[in-house]
């Protein structure tokens, strides 16, 4: 059987940053045969999750597919989810409007860069950061324990938890 | 009207195809009433690079010399190179085709060969077998079958019966049933009172028609022709006399280093010039195209020269995509006089236009099948017109035949990786870090 992931991303296709990390953590740490495809619509901002060119870019991918099944999966920064009564709100909202489309919630708290890198990152590095992730391989070193966490409201990602759905890892030490 | 046309061919055990993979090239349902492969004859296989695209064209290479060459599986060069062919975990190579043989009466004629390692320097048949039916929802008879060298027969004339068991007496494990029977078949044809038997008599005349009609072009790397030539010109030295034969059934044509027999080199003069008009298709200025040979005591050595306007080139140093075609010529004749043509990368070194101007033609005009390997994605466009015509090889040696999409056309969606088993999970940033130098 063969399947399609699709990974809707919050950045845009110039930076790409989160692309970066997803697709070299998932190359790393699932085997990735002939049977998967891997695809990315990217939003250009959270905000836009439920815009136009997303759902387009969505059914595109759905309906260029020829093999069994596509399973969509948002990936979300929770930013900070514990203070701000406005993060909370917005995942609470995103969080409901996959379950109601039967998408996939992947999210990062607070953000991709501080799961994966330990360190937040400002906007104008976020590229920069990205590319010297995969040229050093730095996903090699990555704390698998980090992201496979429940509670989204500590630091971390149920980023394997969901992708253990649809994948078989590695035997990665 | 006489018709040959392979409807399928399965193959296993061959590089690293270690599961059965099976191209079609028909659709499933056949019989003489509604026998027509007029939209069938051109099929293209793609696939990443090391899938076994080579494998699939290296296969039919080895049934056409299993068919062909008596000495096939005695000689101890092909004996070297089968071995490393043949699959290391299956140990045995198994090839089967359905073809469709057509002459007053239509016949469906099934041909499966498995070839097994028993050591390095022994490979021998362990099963050959012949069946045909009439249609496709007709049961399959048995016409002739070998296991392990013990043969078996469906024949009412005990004639007939005595005359194969003879002339295939312990050689089954080495020769195929078809090269033995081949010359002593037809030249006592009418002595051995074929009528009696005529469905078996019919399968195995289909079946030697099937042998003859059957090329294979590898790739230069792949095809072994320069080795062949050498051992060719090695002993054409010792003993100053070749089988000729042997030399103009080379199938390439080479700019340089054809060794042609006296006998055949008219022929030889009128497919180089039949050459000239096809090369100047693609090169309109090239003015002629002169042989230049060498008396060897029976044959020439020929090298191609090309004359332009005010200069002339010899073969060897002309252009890598002008060499490329003149390889491709004799094939591609092949494929117009009706026989099945398998071609290795059919679309290297040759530009894009006149490459799907050149399967446009076949698809039209051709009368036989051509089946090639690809990595070009413009011949897409060309051959989504036919059908059965794109298939595509993953990398769990999976055949994925083409199926419309939509409005989709194949090339958009093999390009972006939407083709099952073809996902293409590669981005501009995998390449990060691997060019770096070590400081």
Same mark, same amino acid.
Not at chain 1, 153 to 162: D, P, T
Not at chain 2, 193 to 218: C, G, P, Q, R, W
């Given at each position: ?20 990390? +997803? ?77 109601? #489309? ?72 | ?31 003489? #009433? ?30 056409? #010399?299993? =068919? ?24 045995? +190579? ?57 043969? !078996? ?6 004639? &007939? ?20 029977? @081949?010359?002593?078949?037809?030249? #006592? /044809? ?9 469905? %078996? ?84 200025? =090239? ?8 008396? &060897?005591?029976? !044959?020439? =050595?020929?090298?191609?020269?090309? /004359? ?39 679309? /290297? ?17 051709? @009368?036989?099948?051509?089946? %090639? ?38 090339? /958009?969606?093999?390009? @972006? ?23």
């Amino acid at each position: 059987m063969s399947i399609q992931l699709i990974f809707c991303v919050e950045t845009n296709k110039k930076t790409n940053s989160d692309w970066y990390y +997803l697709s070299s953590v998932i190359h790393q740490f699932y085997r990735i045969d002939s049977s998967v495809k891997l695809s990315v619509v990217y939003m250009d901002g959270k905000n836009k999750y439920k815009q136009k060119s997303v759902i387009n870019g969505i059914k595109e991918f759905r309906n260029m597919f020829t093999g069994d099944n596509t399973y969509v999966i948002y990936c979300f920064d929770t930013d900070d989810i514990v203070n701000s009564p406005k993060a909370l709100s917005f995942m609470k909202e995103v969080e409901e409007y996959c379950l109601r #489309n039967v998408f996939d919630l992947v999210w990062f708290n607070r953000d991709i860069e501080n799961v994966l890198l330990g360190k937040g990152v400002s906007n104008s590095e976020k590229a920069t950061y990205a590319i010297d992730y995969v040229r050093k391989k730095s996903y090699v070193h990555l704390n698998v324990k980090m992201v496979e966490k429940e509670n989204r409201y500590i630091e971390g990602s149920n980023l394997f938890k969901v992708l253990d759905k649809y994948l078989t890892r590695k035997d990665v030490q | 009207m006489k018709q040959i046309f392979l409807l399928s061919l399965r193959l296993c055990g061959i590089k690293n195809i270690d599961k059965e993979i099976e191209l079609e090239f028909y659709k499933k349902v056949v019989s003489k #009433n509604n026998f027509d492969p007029t939209n069938y004859k051109v099929k293209a296989i793609y696939g990443e690079n090391g899938v076994g695209k080579t494998a699939i064209i290296t296969a039919v290479s080895v049934l056409t #010399n299993l =068919l062909n060459n008596p000495n096939y599986l005695s000689n101890s060069e092909s004996l070297v190179l089968l071995n490393e062919l043949i699959n290391k975990k299956t140990n045995e +190579l198994s090839i089967s085709c359905e073809f469709v043989y057509q002459t007053n009466v239509f016949g469906i004629y099934k041909y499966s060969v498995v070839l097994k390692r028993v050591s390095d320097r022994k490979i021998i048949i362990s099963e050959e077998k012949l069946e045909m039916q009439r249609s496709s929802s007709a049961k399959w008879s048995n016409i002739i079958c070998s296991q392990n060298g013990v043969l !078996s027969l469906s024949v009412s004339s005990k004639k &007939l019966s005595d005359f194969i068991t003879e002339s295939t007496k312990n050689l089954l494990l080495t020769q195929s049933l078809i090269v033995l029977l @081949k010359d002593s078949f037809i030249s #006592n /044809a009418v002595m051995m009172d074929m009528n009696k038997d005529s469905s %078996f008599t019919e399968a195995i005349f289909a079946m030697i028609i099937f042998s003859l009609k059957v090329y294979s072009f590898l790739d230069k790397e792949d095809s072994h022709d320069d080795y062949v030539f050498n051992v060719l010109l090695e002993y054409l030295e010792e003993n100053q006399r070749i089988d000729s034969s042997d030399l103009f059934s080379v199938n390439h044509l080479r700019v340089s280093n054809m060794i042609i027999p006296k006998q055949t080199f008219i022929s030889y003069e009128n497919i180089v010039s039949n050459l000239k008009d096809f090369i100047k298709v693609f090169k309109p200025d =090239l003015k002629d195209i002169y042989i230049d040979r060498k008396e &060897l005591k029976d !044959s020439y =050595l020929c090298d191609l020269v090309f /004359a332009y306007d005010d200069y002339q080139l010899h073969g060897e140093f002309e252009s890598t995509g002008i060499k490329k075609l003149v390889r491709l010529y004799k094939a591609l004749c092949h494929v117009e006089n009706g026989d099945i043509v398998f071609i290795d990368e059919l679309d /290297a070194n040759i530009h894009d236009v006149y490459l799907c101007k050149l399967l446009e033609y076949f698809i039209k005009f051709g @009368k036989g099948q051509l089946c %090639f390997t690809t990595h070009n994605l413009g011949p897409m466009e060309v051959l989504e017109s036919s059908k059965k015509s794109i298939d595509f090889l993953s990398r769990d040696c999976t055949i994925v035949p083409w199926i419309k999409n939509g409005n989709y056309s194949v090339k /958009a969606l093999y390009s @972006k990786g939407m083709i099952e088993k073809s996902p293409f999970n590669l981005e501009s940033f995998s390449f990060l870090g691997m060019f770096q130098g070590k400081e």
